[in-house]
């Protein structure tokens, strides 16, 4: 068991609190910010303080860390921050849900947040930093690099490699045996059947002879 500090004070911080509260053997002491965004001294229900206080009052040697803020400027932020707690000497902690199917013997990365009904098949490896928000399939021998934000109900098949930093949005799903370029950013729903390039954007394609209306198809 470790006691914790987690970096931020939103939602995705009140939501670490309570899984890592209710469903792990971790205590949260306190959340951290930087200065200019802490604008009070409590949050959600514990002290909140400021980053050139924390190793004062929270030492690395007695605290462990939790980075949990948005996936801002393409899991930039996430990165930033998490690679600031790292250095300043802590250790960060992986929440992985009661309720997620996890198969693979290899365990995730630190600082990996794997929310409930994620089904993780065999031979699969995920980096560090990554967060699976729930009910994701991440096909068998697939690799997720570090600081990956991967939306709900996404469908990974077999031997995909995601690369590092990417956004996969909800309901997207990517076909087997492809690479995805570091920092790709695949739209909601989308498709995904070839490789992708580095930074580049993705949405579902139209089909190219796609009716314009219902009344065309003879259902
Ligand atoms: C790709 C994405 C980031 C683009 O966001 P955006 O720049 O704000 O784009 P907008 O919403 O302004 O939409 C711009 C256009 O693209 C279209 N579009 C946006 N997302 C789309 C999608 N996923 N599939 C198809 N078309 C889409 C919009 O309809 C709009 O078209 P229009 O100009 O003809 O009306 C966003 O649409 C997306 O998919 N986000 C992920 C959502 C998600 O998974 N959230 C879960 C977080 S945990």
């Known amino acids: 068991m470790a006691r914790l500090v987690i970096?931020?004070?939103?939602?995705?911080?009140?939501?670490?609190?309570?899984?890592?509260?209710?469903?792990?053997?971790h205590e949260v002491a306190?959340?951290?910010?930087?200065?200019?965004f802490k604008t009070t001294d409590i949050f959600d229900g514990l002290p909140l303080c400021a980053t050139?206080?924390?190793?004062?009052?929270?030492?690395?040697?007695?605290?462990?860390?939790?980075?949990?803020?948005?996936?801002?400027?393409?899991?930039?932020?996430?990165?930033?921050?998490?690679?600031?707690?790292?250095?300043?000497?802590?250790?960060?902690?992986?929440?992985?849900?009661s309720r997620c199917t996890y198969l693979s013997t290899t365990p995730p990365g630190d600082n990996c947040l794997i929310l409930e009904d994620n089904t993780i098949q065999p031979f699969v490896t995920i980096g560090n930093n990554v967060t699976l928000w729930s009910g994701n399939h991440i096909g068998h021998d697939s690799t997720i690099e570090d600081h990956c934000f991967i939306a709900s109900h996404v469908v990974v098949s077999g031997h995909v490699r995601v690369g590092a930093g990417s956004f996969i949005g909800v309901n997207a799903t990517l076909r087997n045996s492809i690479t995805i370029g570091?920092?790709?950013?695949?739209?909601?729903?989308?498709?995904?059947?070839?490789?992708?390039?580095?930074?580049?954007?993705?949405?579902?394609?139209?089909?190219?002879?796609?009716?314009?209306?219902?009344?065309e198809i003879d259902l």
């Open 7 to 25: 970096f931020g004070a939103g939602d995705i911080a009140r939501l670490a609190h309570h899984y890592f509260k209710t469903d792990s053997p």
């Open 30 to 36: 306190a959340f951290v910010v930087d200065r200019e």
């Open 52 to 97: 050139d206080e924390l190793v004062a009052r929270y030492p690395p040697s007695d605290y462990s860390a939790f980075v949990a803020v948005s996936y801002a400027r393409m899991n930039r932020l996430r990165q930033e921050k998490y690679e600031a707690m790292k250095a300043a000497g802590y250790q960060c902690v992986s929440y992985v849900s």
């Open 182 to 215: 570091p920092q790709t950013l695949i739209a909601a729903g989308a498709l995904v059947m070839k490789d992708t390039a580095a930074g580049g954007v993705y949405f579902q394609e139209r089909a190219k002879r796609a009716p314009q209306s219902s009344d």
